[in-house]
């Protein structure tokens, strides 16, 4: 298992369907962080695929959990690198939004790192979310937005902000429901946009989103893993934020 790619069961039972063939590889996956890291992320989309068996291009994982952390984690030799993301915490706190890329070859510790340094801030009570980007979602528009947001919109924000959004972004949402459809669930009332729309007033759109987010949150940490792997929207989406947001409370760590 650990040596060899497995076979694809849809080679051995063409009839299978597209996404179970998807799911069963992701249970397989060598490294462990790219596996179902809960039970419960894995049923959500056996659920999803009962109910939706001809989507053939829905996201694995999106209800997955991140896993525990290890709250004796030791860091050898990254000190330097541990201070210098716990620093950008007085950063935050200023109102002034930083990017942090931690470089390295894969197994050099960069995630480790990133769970020492949650693990040193988890006292602040800043929200923290995290996404994994892979080669089998790098051709999907702003994967790791729509998992990240969908996450923050389930389990993080009040009617009250939910509500605070959709006065705010109003003329926006049109636009956004078309990245993020599970906004239908929030804002029943308001249709996705059927026109052409430009990629400036797209990002325009998902600058608002997340600077009226962090003013419902506070303070927020985004880690998004492997970014070499996101595709080419989110990356355009990152390049504004970061000339256009200089003063939101923002941490975005990538590796």
């Excluded at 497995?6 to 051995?12: A, G, R, V």
Aim: hydrophobic share 40%; proline share 4%.
């Amino acid at each position: 298992h650990l040596t060899y790619e497995p076979i694809k069961p849809i080679i051995l039972k063409p009839n299978l369907p597209v996404m179970l063939n998807k799911i069963i590889l992701k249970l397989l996956k060598k490294e462990p962080d790219e596996r179902y890291q809960t039970a419960e992320g894995l049923l959500e989309d056996i659920r999803y695929l009962i109910k939706n068996p001809h989507n053939e291009k829905f996201i694995l994982g999106l209800n997955d959990k991140r896993a525990k952390l290890n709250y004796q984690i030791k860091i050898v030799g990254r000190e330097n690198e541990l201070k210098v993301l716990i620093n950008k915490i007085d950063l935050l706190k200023e109102n002034k939004s930083s990017f942090v890329l931690i470089e390295g070859q894969s197994g050099l510790g960069k995630s480790k790192l990133v769970d020492a340094f949650y693990e040193k801030i988890l006292v602040e009570r800043i929200e923290f979310f995290s996404y994994k980007c892979s080669k089998t979602t790098q051709n999907i528009p702003y994967t790791p937005l729509v998992k990240i947001i969908k996450e923050i919109f389930e389990k993080n924000l009040s009617k009250k902000s939910k509500k605070t959004i959709k006065d705010q972004l109003i003329e926006h949402l049109p636009i956004l429901m078309n990245i993020f459809p599970f906004l239908k669930n929030y804002y029943k009332k308001v249709k996705p946009s059927i026109d052409v729309v430009q990629n400036k007033n797209i990002l325009k759109s998902l600058n608002l989103l997340c600077k009226e987010i962090i003013n419902q949150l506070n303070q927020l940490i985004i880690f998004i893993d492997d970014i070499q792997w996101a595709d080419e929207d989110s990356i355009d989406f990152l390049k504004s934020f970061q000339q256009q947001m200089k003063s939101e409370k923002i941490l975005f760590i990538f590796t």
